[in-house]
């Protein structure tokens, strides 16, 4: 099965703060890394597939990138409602396995 | 609008069985490959199974697998979980997600709102 990494476990920031979390597959999975925001109680909201790619209603602020197995969200001006836990999942190969998540916290 | 509700969620005992249904509407069912992934508070997210669009293949994760069974009515537009010998570890909520077309594929885009399956004596 393919792992799922992602670093760091947890990160405290501020309101306009740029935040970048590091997701990495134990093997190739091309593009196909998706990303999920979860707050609780809440069923977790879908935001990036195909590493890159927004889904609709998701705001710009939010961007990912790819090298290799490494793979990068970035929330370029973090806001209040941005606070939860962050997945990354590869969807190449079944099992479609996640990451251990990233909470973030709002100083 | 697309929507999925899933049901039959409930507090089971060890080595019970639980069937949990997912009923879609807004979109076209019959297209679309389906799946199920679960939730808990300490473990995170944890992908379970998945079943194409005719539900002639599925693919489950290593530890459900031999245990759960995934099924669907195109007509009813509905998507099963057949859970059996139940176990503590598998207690969470129970999500039914949309996934791909042959043609179109923005994967794990719309999600229900869960189904809280408890697994306790």
């Known amino acids: 099965d393919i792992q799922m990494t992602q670093s760091p476990s947890s990160l405290s920031a501020s309101i306009g703060d740029r935040v970048t979390i590091t997701c990495r597959a134990s093997q190739t999975i091309s593009n196909y890394l998706n990303w999920f925001h979860l707050k609780p109680g809440k069923a977790p909201k879908p935001l990036m597939y195909a590493a890159s790619r927004l889904h609709s209603g998701v705001p710009s602020r939010f961007s990912g990138s790819e090298s290799g197995t490494d793979f990068t969200l970035t929330i370029s001006s973090l806001q209040p409602e941005d606070f939860g836990t962050y997945y990354c999942q590869q969807s190449y190969i079944s099992p479609f396995t996640f990451g251990p998540g990233t909470k973030v916290h709002i100083k | 609008e697309v929507q999925l509700v899933e049901s039959g969620g409930a507090l089971i005992q060890p080595g019970g069985s639980l069937r949990l249904s997912c009923a879609a509407s807004?979109?076209?069912?019959?297209?679309?490959?389906m799946h199920w992934v679960r939730h808990t508070p300490g473990k995170g997210l944890m992908w379970v199974s998945r079943i194409n669009s005719d539900g002639s293949s599925t693919n489950y994760a290593d530890s459900v697998q031999g245990r759960f069974s995934v099924s669907r009515d195109n007509v009813k537009k509905t998507v099963y979980l057949q859970m059996n010998t139940l176990r503590v570890e598998d207690t969470a909520v129970y999500y039914c997600?949309?996934?791909?077309?042959?043609?179109?594929?923005?994967?794990?885009?719309?999600w229900g709102q869960g189904a809280l399956v408890t697994v306790s004596s």
């Open positions: 807004g979109f076209t069912f019959s297209d679309y490959w």
């Open positions: 997600v949309r996934g791909c077309t042959t043609t179109n594929c923005s994967p794990f885009d719309y």
